[in-house]
């Protein structure tokens, strides 16, 4: 791995386990970093979009970061989605990440108030000032109505020695190629989005932060290094192996899907915060994500 690289490979963006009654699950948690330390992961992020980052409160953000360093304990590193649309509260967000012993963080483009290029910028620069911690960079323009460009991304990874790889969340293989051919030696591109994964990897991309790993982490992060190692053959085959699962992870809003499946594992209850809902026991949707995981799953469609 290179030396500046939070990790390479695969690390999954995790779901956030809540109890019948609206608190976190601790122990599913706890049990879920397990489950991905097992399965082979590089590197874990807590409190991304899959994490329901915005329904999450302050209290409960330290709770998780705390759980994950004391569970993960050095195994893999712990990447911190802190990034929001307010500059001061994701510098609040990312100083007690960094002070709870998280080893990276995850700042995502502001939504809602949809900044220019050099606004993106100025919030990335003003967060590593205060906060003495690597920084991953998240484009997902699909939720934030704002879309990272490559230049920008590139003058972050130049301008900022913080600044050292980028979640790509925005299916523009064009933009991403622009990224891999002009990037700085060590800076890491992730894919973002699990089906892309291959494509990205076969560019010379490090890795990827994962949806699909919350309930496969094993089979993802053999695809991920398969990829890596060079073996395309064998990621290929597993790409497609994957593939209905994966796009059942998006047969409705994420982490819904997902965490229908680890709830079916026994890991966890399906219980998502609103104004998210949980699918119903008996709607065709659930049943067509339930069969798509029928393949490496014991559960019944």
């Known amino acids: ?7 390479r490979g695969a690390a999954p963006a995790l779901v956030t386990p809540f109890t019948a ?3 976190i699950d601790e122990d599913a948690f706890c049990d879920l970093i397990e489950a991905q330390i097992d399965g082979g992961v590089s590197g874990l992020v807590v409190l991304g979009t899959t994490g329901e980052n915005p329904t999450v409160t302050v209290e409960e953000r330290r709770r998780l970061v705390d759980l994950a360093v004391e569970t993960t ?17 994701s510098v609040d967000f990312s100083t007690a990440a960094v002070e709870a012993g998280a080893d990276g963080l995850l700042v995502v483009g502001p939504y809602y108030n949809k900044p220019s290029q050099p606004g993106f910028v100025a919030h990335v620069e003003t967060i590593a000032e205060a906060a003495d911690a690597p920084i991953i960079l998240y484009n997902v323009p699909g939720r934030t109505s704002f879309n990272l460009e490559a230049e ?27 990224i891999l051919l002009h990037r700085p030696e060590d800076f890491a591109v992730y894919s ?17 932060v994962s949806v699909i790993s919350n309930a496969l982490p094993e089979q993802f992060s053999r695809l991920v290094e398969a990829g890596l190692d060079g073996d395309l053959a064998t990621a290929r085959r597993l790409h497609f192996d994957l593939l209905p699962a994966m796009r059942a992870c998006f047969l409705e809003t994420n982490p819904i899907p997902v965490k229908d499946v680890c709830a079916a594992m026994g890991w966890m209850e399906p219980h998502v915060r609103l104004p998210l809902l949980p699918m119903d026991e ?20």
Request: proline share 4%.
């Open 282 to 301: 008996r709607a065709p949707v659930r049943q067509r994500v339930l069969s798509a995981f029928e393949e490496f799953l014991d559960v019944a469609a």
């Open 192 to 208: 973002g989005d699990d089906e892309i994964t291959l494509p990205l990897l076969s560019m010379g991309g490090d890795g990827a």
């Open 152 to 178: 920008t991304t590139l003058q972050l990874a130049e301008q900022v020695p913080q600044v050292v790889g980028v979640k790509e969340a925005s299916g523009d293989l064009e933009q991403i190629g622009d």
């Open 1 to 7: 791995m290179a030396d500046d690289m939070l990790f």
């Open 21 to 23: 009654g609206d608190e």
């Open 73 to 89: 304990d050095g195994r893999v590193p712990v990447i911190v989605g802190t990034g929001t649309n307010n500059t001061g509260e």
